[in-house]
């Protein structure tokens, strides 16, 4: 008797579960690398200190301890991030991104400053945060604008190396419909870069967990909270659409809705775009598009 063949939520849920255990794998190492290089980064810094104070000051390509990490990113890139075709949008609808990728919250409505609060926990290192960062960007830049947004690459020894990013460390939104609060937790090469919260930490620890996600995936990031309504979990889309690809690449092909990262990254920012619309009372209607209202219906 043959195999039956696996069903496309199968090969998903495959996927995501090997993903999420090379993720956990990475995330030992990197502890690791941490907790053994700590001294000698204190010792780098030191010295690093005394040759610049030696040479009489001046400045260095290398961003500083409390400035953006990565390069600016061009103004080209933005452009297409911010700008994607809402027939783009409609003719990909989900695209490929994985089934339940946006899974429903029931808690105390998350809000600051009298509006809806989206809270972002990820790390620059991460490749599924960089995924899911070309998504969330897009959705977000239907509802705002940011500014500050610089360019990086994932960790070059985790799974999907250096894949082409943006980081939301630094950068500035603004919208009258939502609030954005992003914590990259760590740089690119696994350092600390920014600290969560008590009250983040504690709705990472309530949602980014079982009955939410598997007892395996417990603790994934990116971890996306949409008001205490809807929440995502790890990459929403397979990262590996983005390898081998400059920022420009990626960006330009967002508006194509046959490119396979459209499907993912478009795909994931318009049911993040459904989540959003929940959020604001489908406010406003140039981003609840038709489309989008359908993927809302969707949502549960």
Same mark, same amino acid.
């Given at each position: 008797?043959?195999?039956?063949?696996?069903?496309? !939520? &199968?090969?998903?849920?495959?996927?995501?579960?090997? &993903? !999420?255990?090379?993720?956990?794998?990475?995330?030992?190492?990197?502890?690791?690398?941490?907790?053994?290089?700590?001294?000698?980064?204190?010792?780098?810094?030191?010295?690093?200190?005394?040759?610049?104070?030696?040479?009489? +000051? +001046? *400045?260095?390509?290398?961003?500083?301890?409390?400035?953006?990490?990565?390069?600016?990113?061009?103004?080209?890139?933005?452009?297409?991030?911010?700008?994607?075709?809402?027939?783009?949008?409609?003719?990909?609808?989900?695209?490929?991104?994985?089934?339940?990728?946006?899974?429903?919250?029931?808690?105390?409505?998350?809000?600051?400053? +009298?509006?809806?609060?989206?809270?972002?926990?990820?790390?620059?290192?991460?490749?599924?945060?960089?995924?899911?960062?070309?998504?969330?960007?897009?959705?977000?830049?239907?509802?705002?604008?940011?500014?500050?947004?610089?360019?990086?690459?994932?960790?070059?020894?985790?799974?999907?190396?250096?894949?082409?990013?943006?980081?939301?460390?630094?950068?500035?939104?603004?919208?009258?419909?939502?609030?954005?609060?992003?914590?990259?937790?760590?740089?690119?090469?696994?350092?600390?870069?920014?600290?969560?919260?008590?009250? !983040?930490?504690?709705?990472?620890?309530?949602?980014?967990?079982?009955?939410?996600?598997?007892?395996?995936?417990?603790?994934?990031?990116?971890?996306?909270?949409?008001?205490?309504?809807?929440?995502?979990?790890?990459?929403?889309?397979?990262?590996?659409?983005? &390898?081998?690809?400059?920022? *420009?690449?990626?960006?330009?092909?967002?508006?194509?809705? *046959?490119?396979?990262?459209?499907?993912?990254?478009?795909?994931?920012?318009?049911?993040?775009?459904?989540?959003?619309?929940?959020?604001?009372?489908?406010?406003?209607?140039?981003?609840?598009?038709?489309?989008?209202?359908?993927?809302?219906? !969707?949502?549960?």
């Amino acid at each position: 008797m043959s195999k039956a063949t696996p069903t496309r !939520q &199968q090969r998903a849920r495959e996927r995501i579960a090997a &993903q !999420q255990a090379a993720e956990r794998r990475a995330e030992t190492r990197r502890r690791l690398f941490i907790t053994g290089g700590s001294v000698l980064a204190v010792i780098v810094i030191v010295v690093a200190f005394v040759l610049v104070k030696s040479a009489g +000051g +001046g *400045s260095s390509p290398t961003p500083t301890a409390g400035g953006p990490t990565g390069t600016p990113l061009p103004a080209s890139v933005i452009r297409d991030i911010t700008s994607v075709p809402a027939s783009t949008a409609a003719t990909v609808g989900k695209g490929t991104t994985i089934p339940r990728a946006v899974v429903p919250l029931s808690g105390t409505p998350l809000t600051s400053g +009298g509006k809806p609060e989206v809270l972002y926990v990820g790390a620059e290192y991460c490749p599924f945060c960089a995924a899911e960062r070309w998504a969330m960007a897009v959705a977000l830049s239907r509802f705002g604008t940011f500014s500050g947004l610089h360019g990086i690459h994932s960790s070059s020894t985790d799974v999907y190396p250096n894949t082409p990013t943006l980081t939301f460390y630094k950068s500035t939104y603004t919208s009258k419909y939502l609030t954005f609060t992003p914590v990259e937790t760590t740089t690119m090469n696994s350092a600390p870069l920014q600290k969560a919260t008590a009250a !983040q930490q504690a709705l990472l620890k309530k949602y980014d967990a079982p009955p939410y996600v598997p007892s395996q995936a417990k603790g994934a990031i990116p971890f996306i909270d949409f008001g205490n309504k809807f929440m995502i979990s790890g990459a929403s889309y397979n990262p590996q659409v983005l &390898q081998g690809k400059t920022w *420009s690449e990626v960006a330009s092909s967002l508006s194509d809705p *046959s490119s396979p990262i459209s499907q993912g990254a478009v795909g994931a920012a318009n049911l993040i775009t459904a989540a959003l619309c929940k959020l604001t009372g489908n406010q406003p209607a140039s981003a609840c598009t038709p489309a989008v209202l359908k993927l809302e219906a !969707q949502l549960r």
